[in-house]
């Protein structure tokens, strides 16, 4: 591969780390030997103002007749607010249209869902607006957990600093593992992290359901995660049978009783583990029946250990001799 040509959308709002974070990852690849170029694209050819209020010069209007084999979609928080400007829609869906792939980072994947680029595809976003993604175009299926996603030259990735990860997918389909582990070393991060977006997000997050008997339910396991949820106990507190609660569970939330109740006390274990709390006290005080199960879930959720977890995102204090 020479001269691989990158175009990078943006807009005025976007997120500074969506540009900055997966252009430093194809910059520094070209000090080990890559030949990446980048150019910094808008719709109309005009700078925009990012995020933090720094001005971003731009090289291309997204109209002028250059292919780029790459096209990154930048992300901001005003995208899933609102509904996404005709004329970014239109400058996505031109970009791509010339592209050998495209990829999204963050919020930027509403962009390509406007641009009809996601339709009858995979993709996923930021935690925090999976449902929102879902919502506007229900023929997309959405990966909530997702760290990225490809689906077939179509690429969207998680919240900011997944646009990293993201690229460094890109890199290692163009290059090889050699160099990415090069690269992530230099940039000092992990060339693929464990676990998906769960390990950062909040559990309690997502839609009110609409039955009165589920909001009991999940107000009094949220009220008191450690305290008897058993399916039949959950039953009896509402009065209904065993097997028409797990029915109102599926069809209103997609998941049971059992596995909801074990998603609250999981993410009350996180929170006790960020706050200091051992592994086995965070799964007495959380309401797990012993470590091991915490493990499991552990295991289940993110695919680390309760252990690796709270080394991993309990603190980034270097503690100094």
Not at 110 to 135: C, P, V
Not at 156 to 181: F, H, K, Q, W, Y
């Amino acid at each position: 591969m020479s001269g691989h040509h990158i175009g990078i959308l943006v807009f005025d709002g976007l997120k500074m780390l969506d540009l900055s974070g997966p252009a430093e990852v194809f910059s520094e690849a070209n000090q080990h030997g890559a030949d990446y170029r980048l150019s910094i694209v808008s719709a109309d050819g005009k700078a925009v103002r990012s995020s933090i209020g720094m001005t971003v010069p731009v090289d291309l209007a997204a109209g002028e007749s250059v292919a780029f084999d790459t096209v990154l979609i930048a992300g901001g928080d005003r995208i899933p607010q609102r509904p996404v400007d005709q004329d970014l829609a239109d400058a996505a869906r031109t970009l791509a249209a010339r592209a050998g792939r495209v990829a999204s980072i963050c919020t930027g994947a509403f962009i390509l869902g406007a641009a009809g680029l996601l339709d009858g595809k995979r993709a996923t976003t930021h935690w925090r607006h999976t449902t929102e993604l879902a919502r506007r175009h229900p023929s997309t299926q959405v990966e909530p957990d997702a760290i990225y996603v490809r689906d077939g030259t179509t690429y969207s990735s998680a919240g900011v600093t997944a646009g990293i990860d993201l690229a460094l997918a890109l890199l290692e389909e163009d290059r090889g593992p050699d160099i990415t582990r090069l690269v992530a070393q230099s940039l000092v991060v992990y060339m693929q992290r464990a676990g998906g977006q769960s390990q950062f997000s909040a559990s309690l997050q997502g839609p009110v359901p609409q039955t009165p008997v589920l909001r009991l339910v999940m107000n009094a396991v949220q009220a008191d995660p450690a305290a008897d949820h058993s399916l039949p106990a959950l039953a009896n507190r509402v009065h209904v049978s065993e097997r028409h609660l797990t029915r109102m569970f599926r069809a209103e939330l997609d998941t049971t009783p059992t596995k909801y109740v074990e998603l609250i006390r999981f993410d009350l274990a996180k929170a006790l583990l960020d706050s200091g709390r051992n592994a086995t006290e965070a799964a007495e005080a959380a309401g797990f029946p012993s470590y091991e199960a915490l493990r499991r879930a552990f295991a289940r959720h993110l695919g680390i250990s309760p252990t690796r977890y709270q080394q991993r995102f309990r603190t980034s204090r270097v503690d100094q001799a």
